[in-house]
C-alpha cells in the first residue's frame, strides 16, 4: 500500500518459495492474502484458497500413508510372532514324537 509494493513477492523464484512457505506455514498468511487481494485483485482471494485446499489434501494423503505403512508392519510383525508361538508350541509339546 501507499505506493510500496508488500514484503512478500513472487518476483523472483526464492521468493515466490518463501511467499509459499509463509502462508502454507500459517505465518500471517492472512496479511499476505489480504495484500495480495489489494494489488491484484481477487483472483488473489482464488488462488491463496485454492494452494491451502491443495496442500491440506496432500499433508492429508501423506499422514495417511504412513498410518496404513504403519499398520502394515504391525501385520507382518503379529504373522511373525503367531508363527514363533505356534513354532515353540510344536517343540515343546510332550505329545509329539520329534527326535532332533
Request: proline content about 3%; glycine content about 4%.
Amino acid at each position: 500500500m501507499n505506493g510500496t509494493p508488500p514484503r512478500q513477492v513472487y518476483d523472483s523464484l526464492g521468493q515466490s518459495f518463501l511467499t509459499i512457505f509463509q502462508v502454507l506455514m500459517g505465518a500471517e498468511w492472512r496479511y499476505i492474502w489480504y495484500q495480495h487481494m489489494m494489488s491484484c485483485g481477487m483472483s488473489a482471494a482464488l488462488y491463496y484458497v485454492l494452494l491451502i485446499i491443495i496442500i491440506a489434501i496432500i499433508m492429508l494423503n501423506l499422514f495417511l500413508a504412513i498410518m496404513l505403512g504403519n499398520f502394515d508392519k504391525a501385520r507382518i510383525f503379529t504373522e511373525k510372532k503367531n508363527v514363533l508361538y505356534a513354532f515353540d508350541e510344536l517343540m515343546n509339546d510332550p505329545k509329539n514324537n520329534l527326535d532332533f
